[in-house]
Structure formats: structure tokens, C-alpha cells
């Protein structure tokens, strides 16, 4: 506050002024167009007096940094870790240190050598490139996404996706009931409110009787058995349905692909894949398909060819004919 009132004066494009704050006079002309008589009058017009607090905040005095990450310590030392023997879809890694300090702290992916270069971007837009050029290889399916939050959403984008681009009228969606309990809650979240029902059941004995525009199945499901699922993906198929699969990507090094099986499209996790424990997520979640890339949620990052010898350009995320794109078209170069 007291830098503020120092600095009433000053240009509003000075450093102080553009990261301290409006200063008294820019507080009293916005008080002035919205008729209140002080801040305070403000916020009592605007919030229930029922959820605000009266007392001020009991904060202690402040802290230094090295007290604050002391303290920090102090309260990370309480956590007790325990080896889970669950699994659900989350694993321990090991991140090799040549792995970590190479590859993902490679200062070409964040590290602009002039500062009116955009190298930063551009070493992120390689990044996920090169994430979702692993994903299809692994996959066998021909297009990636790499913006999505965790494995459940990516499958509840993928059911959306189903209802939307399945040649069956129902409104229902068949579910494994083996998959990851987190990914069934996020299911029914995104169910309830556009009146789709959700069928749980063995998609190897309960399927052929479902009427339904979509199904997942888990590969592996989530006690670890590894199914052969091309007979339940077949039967979505034959019903006009689309057929997800949410799989494993570091089983999916050994085991048949879902492109392989069938599928049309792939969600799943890359914790796998040295991502921490962490207490939770987010995870980097995969998202691919074979096709109905009109469809896709998110960003995806292309490559062009170019004539001759020139290399490919990588495209953030799709550059033509993109008016039914789910995100923002732009641009960046390799």
C-alpha cells in the first residue's frame, strides 16, 4: 500500500505501476463509474453478508523465505507413504536421472536464445509433437490430442464424442465394469446432465443385449487382467457404436495395440511414463482415434510436408479448413 500511495503519480506504464496495483486516484474514478462510495461499500453490495466473513484473518505474522519453506518441511515430514498394491490406473515410477535431466529439463524445450524469438513455445509445441507422434505409435491409431486433464476426463470426452459421431439413435453408453472406479464417477458426472444412461456390465457376456451408441472398455481392466476384447469390439461395431478403449501405455510396449483390436478410439494415462504419485493428479492423459478428426476434443499438434528438402513445418494445433475445430486455430513454425 505504501509503494502505491509513493507511486500516484507515476506513468500508469511504469514497472511499479503495472504490478503493484491501481493507485488511489484510479480506485476513486472506478468507484465513481460504478456509484459506490468506497470498496467496502462495493463488496457489500456485491456479496451475500451471509458468506463473508466478519473477523479478519487469524494469519500469524509474516514469515521469511527460508521460515516459510521450513515450515513447509515441517508440515511435508507429517505425510505417511504407504505402498499401494491397488493399482486403479496409478503406478510408482522410476524416472531415470539421464531421462529427466536430457530430456524432459532440456533447455531447448523452454530456453529462447534471443529474447523476440518464440522458442519457449516452440520448444513446447516439439514437446507434445513428440508425446503425440509415441501415443499413435503406441496406439496403432492415426491422430493425438494433448490437452486434456486425467484419464477420466479424457473418457468422458470420448463418450461425448461417441454420442455425437455414432450412427445409433440410443442414449445409452456401455460401460466396463472394470474400469478405474475414478473413471466410472467422472462417467456418470458428465451423464447425468445430458440425460444419457450409462449400462455397466461384462462386455464379454452383457454387450450383445445393450442397445447403446458407445462403450469403454478397460485393457488392461483395473485388477490387471489382461482380456482379449476384439470380440466386444466387434459387437459395438456391429450395433453402429463406437468402440473406446482405455488403455495401459506401458502395456501397450507388449500387448496388441487397440488399433490392432479394433478400436476407434484410445484414452488412457502417460503416468506410467515417470510421472510422481503426487498425491493425486493431474496426469497427462492420451487421447487418439482413428478417425473423426473434425470431432476431436482439445489441441493437436501437426506436421506438414513441405516440397523438396526443406523440413516439415509443426502446426499449433490445426491450420486450415478448421471452422468446426474444437479449439483455437494458430500457428507456430519448426
Known sequence: MNATLKHTDEPATTFVRRHIGPSPRDIAAMLETVGAKSLGALMAETLPSSIRQKAPLDLGPPASETEALAHMRELASQNQVFTSLIGQGYSGTILPTVIQRNILENPAWYTAYTPYQPEISQGRLEALFNFQTMICDLTGLDIANASLLDEGTAAAEAMALAERASQSKSRSFFVDSEVHPQTLAVLRTRAEPLGWNLVVGDPLTDLDKADVFGGLLQYPDTSGAVRDLRPAIAALRGKGALAVVAADLLALTLLASPGELGADIAVGSAQRFGVPMGYGGPQRPMWRCATLKRSLPGHRRLSSIRAGSR????????????????SAPRRCWR
Not at 523440413?311 to 474444437?326: K, R
Open 311 to 326: 523440413p516439415p513445418l509443426a502446426l499449433h494445433p490445426q491450420h486450415t479448413h478448421e471452422a468446426t475445430s474444437t
